[in-house]
């Protein structure tokens, strides 16, 4: 009877634990307990600050055309010199006309002649037309007609050719300002003779400027993310008037550099300034407004190399933390690494927070723990 009691006692203890084990997990099976990962994190910042950047440059025209005569003559007349301004439609030079108004004349004169001729083929052809009905005439006196009647009409077409394009060639005796600008340059002088499109004068746009300068791969870096718009447009000044900032627009930069200065050519335009004449030539100042970091020197969003892993498919990547503490994959674009970081075209977003170390031991979605101070470097 002692015996049973002892063993009886022995399944009702064993019973009270299995149901205080059930009671502390409702399936009764206990949950893997989810360690989360230790990281050390940076915050990307760099879009919302500008940083200043000054390049020196030089002045050239908005647009420029070396002009010349579209026939060959003696130059008559010079009538600009260098610096002056013209108009639209101004007579720049004049070459001698006498040779171009003869030859005009003398064709007037042929085209007076051969039409007069072709009248009076034509006239026999219709006659020897009727007579052939007729049968008062042979058919080789209709067919010489015919031929004289068509040879005479092609004489008058080409002479009607050749007088018009003597006239067009007297009309090119005179060479006339393409646009407003101003003279920058004469190459002959008066009474020279000078051959079909030989350079007579160089003319400027000075309406409108383009300054041009050599900018380090960096900013092209940055043009080329920003899809040629900069977050403010370039300031222009000049050194004719060193206290004025003018406001200009970016009009085109090169994706090529040059072979000597490894830089690259970035092409900034805006109008002639008001009280003061700025030419080619000049010196200038762009100053370029780019994204930069806290530090004031960088530009663009910056990450260090240990923050980015490529994939399989040779694609960079980062690690963002998100608000549950979980990471989630972000491809980036590169773009030019200096000095252990990577600045990038695209992908990340200033005040993101990305991972900085042990990238390649994350997967999506893990839960992290983010790492305060100097641990973890």
Known sequence: MEKLNVKSLFFVLAGLFLLCLQ???GEGVAKEVVVAKPVKTMIVSGESEL????FPGTVVA????EIGFRVAGQLSELLVKAGQHVKRG???ATLDKNDFQTKLRGLDSKLLGARASLQEAKLNYKRNSVLLKDDIVSKATYDSALSVFENARAQVKQLEQEREQARLNLEYTVLRAPFDGVVAQTYVKNFENVQAQQYIVRLDDVGNLDVEVQVPELVIAILQAKNTKMLKKPSVRFAAMPNKLY???LKEFETTANEQTSTYTVTVSLPQPEGVSIYS???????GYFP???NGNAIGLRVPVSAVAVDSADTPFVWIVQKDNTVKRVSVELGSMQQNEYILKSGLKSGMQIVTAG??????????RVLQGEIGE
């Open 23 to 25: 009671g502390c997990n």
């Open 62 to 65: 908005g647009e420029k055309a």
């Open 359 to 368: 990238v390649h031991y994350l997967k999506d979605g893990q839960s992290v």
């Open 281 to 287: 030539g000049m010196t200038a100042e762009v100053i």
């Open 247 to 249: 406001e200009g627009e």
């Open 51 to 54: 940083v200043e950047r000054a």
């Open 90 to 92: 101004q007579i720049i």
């Open 292 to 294: 930069g970091g806290a």
